[in-house]
Nanobody, 122 residues
């Protein structure tokens, strides 16, 4: 069965960097569109970034993360490099892959989800 396992979260000072990883099992990351989401305490889960490896494209949620975050993929591992972290980046970060190839994951879509990795910026 499909499994997504995130790692790389932690506590970091404002301005610091972290690289999150997501290892996918029984799912070919290179063939789909996969992404990262985040959820702060008491808030909804929001999409952060997505990558479509076979199409060579990446997208980011907004200017708030664009230029600071970089999504990438290597084989069946999805990465999110986060630079210049800010307090408001504190959240649980999840990787997601849609249950159907050909679409990108949406927060309310039918996705496979990892268990999340906590990022705390202070």
């Amino acid at each position: 069965h499909v499994q997504l396992v995130e790692s790389g979260g932690g506590s970091v000072q404002s301005g610091g960097s972290l690289r999150l990883s997501c290892v996918a099992s029984e799912y070919t990351v290179a063939d789909g569109c996969v992404g990262w989401f985040r959820q702060a305490p008491g808030k909804d889960r929001y999409w952060v970034a997505a990558i479509y490896p076979s199409g060579g494209s990446t997208t980011y949620a907004d200017d708030f993360v664009k230029g600071r975050f970089d999504i990438s993929q290597e084989k069946n591992i999805l990465y999110l490099l986060m630079n210049n972290l800010r307090d408001e980046d504190t959240a649980m970060y999840y990787c997601a892959a849609p249950r159907r190839y050909g679409i990108c994951p949406a927060a309310n879509g039918e996705n496979y989800w990892g268990q999340g990795t906590q990022v705390t910026v202070s």
